[in-house]
């Protein structure tokens, strides 16, 4: 009984730690320029091999956060690095990260 009660968490950590490492890696992707698109959580679980609520609700389970809200976190974080670190005008930065610069500035904003 003990081991079927740790297997659920062990694969839920698994889950988040893998959607973790995709992420990492897609965001460094689109800071290098080097992005074909901006994923979505259907990318994300697709890669995992999950359904993206089951990548959702393990995401939210084990930290309180949506993967979209984490995802988002570290767009916001990267935006502000590129702002800070370059002579890029705002309209640049996110063209670069693949956000239409009117967007880009509501969501930056908020």
């Known amino acids: 009984m003990a081991l079927t009660d740790t297997q659920?968490?062990?694969?839920?950590q698994e889950i988040y730690n893998r959607?973790?490492?995709?992420?990492?890696a897609h965001i460094a992707?689109?800071?290098r320029g080097m992005a074909e698109d901006t994923l979505k959580i259907e990318d994300f679980a697709q890669a995992l091999f999950i359904h993206?609520?089951?990548l959702s609700n393990t995401i939210h389970e084990l930290t309180g956060d949506s993967?979209?809200?984490?995802?988002?976190e570290r767009l916001m974080?990267?935006?502000?690095?590129l702002i800070l670190e370059t002579?890029?005008?705002?309209?640049?930065?996110?063209?670069?990260?693949?956000y239409d610069?009117?967007?880009?500035?509501?969501?930056?904003?908020s």
Do not use: G
């Open 8 to 12: 659920p968490a062990t694969r839920k």
């Open 101 to 109: 610069p009117s967007n880009f500035s509501k969501f930056f904003k």
């Open 77 to 81: 974080k990267i935006s502000r690095e």
């Open 87 to 98: 002579d890029d005008s705002i309209a640049s930065v996110a063209r670069h990260l693949m």
């Open 52 to 54: 993206p609520r089951h």
């Open 19 to 24: 959607y973790l490492q995709l992420l990492d």
């Open 67 to 72: 993967p979209c809200s984490m995802y988002e």
């Open 29 to 31: 992707e689109l800071k």
